[in-house]
Nanobody, 123 residues
Framework: QVHLVESGGGLVQAGGSLRLSCAASGRTFSRYATAWFRQAPGKEREFVAAIIWSGGNIVYADSVKGRFTISRNGAENTVYLQMNSLKPEDTAVYYC????????????????WGQGTQVTVSS
C-alpha cells in the first residue's frame, strides 16, 4: 500500500504561483512513477505532469509546459508541483497518483491516488 497526501492548494490571482506537495508513505520503495492530474468541474480528469523514479524522466502536458515544474525529494518521499503563471483555466482539484509498476504515465492507470487539493485561479 502507498498512501498519498496532497497539500498546498488555495486561491491565487491569475499570474500568481503555488507549490503543491504530495507526501507518500507505505511501500514507497516500490514506486515506478508519481504524477499529478487535475479535474475541473464537469470535465474528465487530465494528466498534468509525471516523474519516473528510476532515471528521473519527466513528462508534462502541453498545456503546462514552461509554467509548471515537477520535482521530487527522495529522502522525504515527496513530489512537488511548482505552478507559475497560473491561469483561470488551471482551476481544478489536483490529484497526486503513484504507480508501482510500469504504466503509460499520461493515463489514469495508477494504483494509488490522493484525496486531492483545490486550486482556484481568479481572473
Amino acid at each position: 500500500q502507498v498512501h498519498l497526501v496532497e497539500s498546498g492548494g488555495g486561491l491565487v490571482q491569475a499570474g500568481g504561483s503555488l507549490r503543491l506537495s504530495c507526501a507518500a508513505s507505505g511501500r514507497t520503495f516500490s514506486r515506478y512513477a508519481t504524477a499529478w492530474f487535475r479535474q475541473a468541474p464537469g470535465k474528465e480528469r487530465e494528466f498534468v505532469a509525471a516523474i519516473i523514479w528510476s532515471g528521473g524522466n519527466i513528462v508534462y502536458a502541453d498545456s503546462v509546459k514552461g509554467r509548471f515544474t515537477i520535482s521530487r525529494n527522495g529522502a522525504e518521499n515527496t513530489v512537488y508541483l511548482q505552478m507559475n503563471s497560473l491561469k483561470p483555466e488551471d482551476t481544478a482539484v489536483y490529484y497526486c497518483a503513484a504507480a508501482t509498476s510500469w504504466v503509460k504515465v499520461t493515463t489514469t492507470l495508477y494504483n494509488y491516488w490522493g484525496q486531492g487539493t483545490q486550486v482556484t485561479v481568479s481572473s
